[in-house]
Each structure stands twice: as structure tokens, then as C-alpha cells.
T-cell receptor
């Protein structure tokens, strides 16, 4: 039973445009959400997080939106750069438990 | 500052053997977590240690075990290796809250033949 789902395995975007990566979850107990990006042969790199008491968090070019009623979160990257090409994972956790449940990832390709 | 260091980077073992993987967290990070990444199952949580105590454990058989030392370094052990244990094993460390994120190492690629 996949509790965190990333339904788009891949996404291609033109450089300079917005990239929107989506993530759905089923467990209403999740209250912390994180986004990671991963390059081949490297571990995931933390990007941005959000708690369930907020609906938006921004950090530079990255913004995460949380819609609790829809159990949906999204990561917006503006403007997209070729160096952003990587696999993006969303992850969720319950309370302070340091156990992340990951989605299956979305391969983002930013075309020059 | 130094990141999370995992050794070895690559490992080939034979079915039935056991293996020990090592992780050195970022200095000052007391929480260490382990994850398994496979093409079929994605990233799955194995266990988490804090101050030498296992606080959380994922849904893996008892062949998977771990420990943490007083200097926060951690090891995980897999006994009686099976072909399905072939995976990238990732260690992550964190300092304070979940929202600070976790810093992952580059992983150990284990191949069981």
C-alpha cells in the first residue's frame, strides 16, 4: 500500500519556465512533508519542508504548497535551470518520528 | 564541513553471507537513519538510532539489524544475504527537528550474487 504517491514518473520543462512536481498521500496522520532531489550515484539532497500547520513555504526558487483537504502537495521551481535536472522525491513523516515514507520519484528534465 | 560518510561504496557478497555497512554522521548529528533503495520498492526506511538507542524500525525481517556507537557512528548488518537484498543502502543524519531535513550519504551499493 503506497502511502505517498508521485504519479508522474517524468516531467520535461523548458529552461526558465516553471516546474511543478506533484505528490499525493493517503495517510491523514502525516504532518511533516519534505522534498528531496537526487542525482545518479549520490544520496538524496534535502530541498524544502513544510508542516501541516502551513499551506505554503518558500525558499529561493523553490516553493512547496500543501493542500491538506486534498492530501496533496506540490513543489514549484521557478525559474527552472538545467542543473535542476534530477529525480525529485517527496517524503512524509508522522509527528517527530524520524521515519520518512518516500514517494517513487519524478525525473525532472530541464531542457536548455 | 564533512558530510555523511558511508563505507564501503561498493560491495559484492555471496548469497548466505553476512555484511556490515558503516556510516559516520555529520559532527553534532545524533540521529542516524538507514534506508534501502531498490528499483522495485523505492526508498524504504530500515531503522533510526538516537543516542545509541533504536527509536524506530521499518518493516524488514530480523536479518537486518543495526547499532549506534557513543560517537554517533552507526553500522547496519545484514545476515544470511538473499539476492533480493541487492540495493543501495543509504544512511542519513539529522540534528534537530524533522523539518530540518536529513543529510544523506552517497550510499553503499550492495550486490548479492
Amino acid at each position: 500500500d503506497q502511502q505517498v504517491k508521485q504519479n508522474s514518473p517524468s516531467l520535461s520543462v523548458q529552461e526558465g519556465r516553471i516546474s511543478i512536481l506533484n505528490c499525493d498521500y493517503t495517510n491523514s496522520m502525516f504532518d511533516y512533508f519534505l522534498w528531496y532531489k537526487k542525482y545518479p550515484a549520490e544520496g538524496p539532497t534535502f530541498l524544502i519542508s513544510i508542516s501541516s500547520i502551513k499551506d505554503k513555504n518558500e525558499d529561493g526558487r523553490f516553493t512547496v504548497f500543501l493542500n491538506k483537504s486534498a492530501k496533496h502537495l506540490s513543489l514549484h521551481i521557478v525559474p527552472s535551470q538545467p542543473g535542476d535536472s534530477a529525480v525529485y522525491f517527496c517524503a512524509a513523516s508522522i509527528g517527530s518520528a524520524r521515519q520518512l515514507t518516500f514517494g517513487s520519484g519524478t525525473q525532472l528534465t530541464v531542457l536548455p | 564541513k564533512a558530510g555523511v560518510t558511508q563505507t564501503p561504496r561498493y560491495l559484492i557478497k555471496t548469497r548466505g553471507q553476512q555484511v556490515t555497512l558503516s556510516c559516520s554522521p555529520i559532527s553534532g548529528h545524533r540521529s542516524v537513519s538507514w534506508y534501502q533503495q531498490t528499483p522495485g520498492q523505492g526508498l524504504q526506511f530500515l531503522f533510526e538510532y538516537f543516542s545509541e538507542t533504536q527509536r524506530n524500525k521499518g518493516n524488514f525481517p530480523g536479518r537486518f539489524s543495526g547499532r549506534q556507537f557513543s560517537n554517533s557512528r552507526s553500522e547496519m548488518n545484514v545476515s544470511t544475504l538473499e539476492l533480493g537484498d541487492s540495493a543501495l543502502y543509504l544512511c542519513a543524519s539529522s540534528r534537530t527537528t524533522v523539518l530540518d531535513g536529513y543529510t544523506f550519504g552517497s550510499g553503499t551499493r550492495l550486490t548479492v550474487v
